[in-house]
């Protein structure tokens, strides 16, 4: 498939960082801070030491992941070359266009993971299956 996305276009995103001695805010809004419209809203946290999260691609789905507390770490994946980003700052964060495989791992103690995502969740634009991955990539 010539459209499929590659670990390339996959990007790490500034947010915008207001503040002062009081303290910081940070805005996303849809198709300005991040390149889609966001659909869906979620966070993962009080994840135990040693486990992994994600191990997933989507179909058609955007995301945008950001550690809004503590560290972790995302291993991209497009079925031919892998990288690693760190995310640990609240005011970045990783767009991950559809077609690459994600997996979340190496969370600090206290982090949570805000995924904001262009697609209501459809079971059917998962695929969970690392094999099935690789050969849809190349259907």
């Known amino acids: 498939m010539s459209n499929i996305n590659s670990i ?13 001695r009081k303290g910081h805010i940070t805005h996303i809004n849809n198709n300005i801070e ?14 135990p030491g040693g486990v992994s999260r994600g191990a997933h691609a989507h ?7 950001t550690a809004v507390s503590g560290a972790f770490e995302v291993l ?11 995310l ?8 991950i266009p559809p077609g690459i495989w994600a997996l979340e791992m190496n ?3 206290g982090s949570v993971c805000l995924a904001l995502v262009s697609h209501l969740f459809d079971e059917g ?4 299956d690392y094999d099935s991955y690789l050969k ?3 259907s």
């Open 107 to 109: 969370f600090s103690s």
């Open 88 to 95: 640990n700052r609240p005011y970045y964060g990783l767009h």
């Open 59 to 65: 179909k058609t789905c955007h995301q945008f992941l």
């Open 8 to 20: 390339n276009d996959c990007s790490v995103l500034d947010l915008p960082q207001l503040g002062n």
């Open 34 to 47: 991040v390149p889609f419209a966001i659909k869906r809203v979620f966070y993962i946290y009080d994840i």
């Open 136 to 138: 849809w990539r190349t």
């Open 125 to 128: 634009d998962y695929i969970r």
């Open 76 to 86: 991209l994946d497009d079925g031919s070359n892998e990288k690693k980003i760190m």
